[in-house]
């Protein structure tokens, strides 16, 4: 459960940064933050025809949407180190393009969640409860908040599909749906069994539960794949199929993975970066410093 809010903040702070609105400018000694507050997130993709009018734009549009993911620090960031190529991302539909650089880190850090504590849960039946948590909609007071699973995944790639031309956007649209349709098997096939609630279970259960997770996993690959054909960066790493060699071949670390929710999990308890921030005392002449310890999110997604 603690791995999951800890998924979950990372999410949030990568999708929308609700506490800040980032603008970065130029300055002598590095990149100056301006801070303004904002009412409520917006998921929507914001239609500006004149959004990516130049590189320079779309640079500096890569820069903050790093930055704002997890308030990181910005010494160590290099602007080009890992910014997409600005003249294929001039190719796509401004919306496509925003959609894109904002979502493209949430979703593989949602794809590591898959592979690294999913995948493990529906071998251990002890942690079939913790499976239905991530389907569970939150009507806390009447104000409805989406599943993980709809917020870390099902959402990104809906808002993608929308954004992108019309033949792409419906093999996106199928691919969502297969997707949607592996984890509703999932979650109905694991429902009900806890580690606190001894219950019989059929023996078709732990091999459905598997199947479901592969079906899950066959399809987000297919979404990242049409997505990487798209934008033409070949940016996202997909899932490799369940074996002795599946998280080499992945090319990603669990370590960092395991870091990096411990740290944002660490963040939450403190409050936030904002919180954080303000305990810690650092935020200093104008100049934004991670107080909360999170990796910097561009160079995690460029392992």
């Known amino acids: 459960m603690v791995r999951f809010q800890a998924l979950a903040l990372v999410a949030h702070f ?57 308030i990181l620090p910005i010494s160590s960031f290099e602007a080009n180190a890992a910014t997409p190529d600005a003249s294929i991302l001039d190719d796509l539909p401004p919306d496509a393009a925003r959609s894109y650089l904002q979502y493209r880190i949430p979703l593989q850090i949602a794809a590591d969640f898959y592979i690294f504590e999913l995948q493990d849960m529906v071998k251990n039946i002890d942690d079939w409860g913790e499976i239905n948590q991530l389907a569970r909609v939150n009507n806390n007071k009447g104000q409805g908040q989406p599943s993980r699973i709809e917020r870390d995944f099902v959402n990104p790639m809906r808002i993608l599909s929308l954004s992108f031309p019309p033949d792409t956007a419906d093999e996106m649209r199928e691919h969502q749906f297969r997707f949607e349709k592996a984890m509703a098997k999932l979650t109905k096939v694991t429902m009900g069994v806890r580690r606190d609630l001894p219950v019989e279970i059929d023996s078709s259960a732990i091999p459905t539960a598997k199947a479901s997770w592969e079906e899950g996993r066959v399809a987000l690959n297919d979404f990242f794949v049409a997505l990487n054909d798209e934008t033409g960066l070949k940016e996202l790493k997909t899932i ?18 395991n870091d ?23 935020m200093t002449t104008g100049y934004l410093q991670d107080s909360c310890g999170i990796p910097d999110l561009e160079i995690y997604f460029n392992q």
């Open 14 to 70: 990568v999708a929308s940064s609700s506490a800040f609105i980032v603008q970065p400018r130029a300055c002598a000694s590095g990149l100056r933050l301006q801070s303004q507050k904002s009412d409520a997130v917006n998921f929507e993709p914001i239609h500006e025809p004149s959004l990516f009018s130049s590189r320079r734009d779309l640079l500096r549009f890569s820069l903050a949407s790093a930055m704002t993911a997890a």
């Open 260 to 282: 990096l929710m411990k740290k944002t999990k660490l963040c939450q308890n403190r409050g936030g970066p904002t919180l954080s921030n303000a305990w810690g005392k650092l």
């Open 240 to 257: 490799p199929s369940a074996g002795p060699a599946q998280f080499k071949e992945y090319g990603r670390s669990s370590l960092k993975y």
